[in-house]
């Protein structure tokens, strides 16, 4: 993933923030995402299944971030 660690701005409960969602495959063969989970669930991933080619850079979906969760 780029970044490998996402940092969301200081926010207010009832105020959500995405950040999109982007992979880097370093695979000489096409590589399938088909799920990204977190611990914490506060944050969500919004995307569908999909196949990145080798060696490329997709982005793929977002990521949100709810403190009120």
Same mark, same amino acid.
């Given at each position: 993933?780029? $970044? ?6 200081? +926010? #207010?409960?009832?105020? &959500?923030? &995405? ?5 880097? &495959? %370093? *695979?000489?063969? $096409?590589v399938t995402i088909k799920a990204v989970t977190s611990n914490d669930f506060r944050i969500m991933a919004s *995307? &569908? !299944? ?7 850079? +997709?982005?793929?979906? #977002?990521? %949100? *971030?709810? !403190? +009120?969760?």
């Amino acid at each position: 993933m780029i $970044p490998q660690v996402l940092n969301f701005n200081p +926010t #207010y409960p009832g105020v &959500s923030q &995405s950040k999109p969602l982007i992979a880097r &495959s %370093t *695979f000489e063969v $096409p590589v399938t995402i088909k799920a990204v989970t977190s611990n914490d669930f506060r944050i969500m991933a919004s *995307f &569908s !299944p999909v196949k990145i080619k080798a060696n490329n850079k +997709t982005e793929f979906g #977002y990521i %949100t *971030f709810d !403190p +009120t969760k």
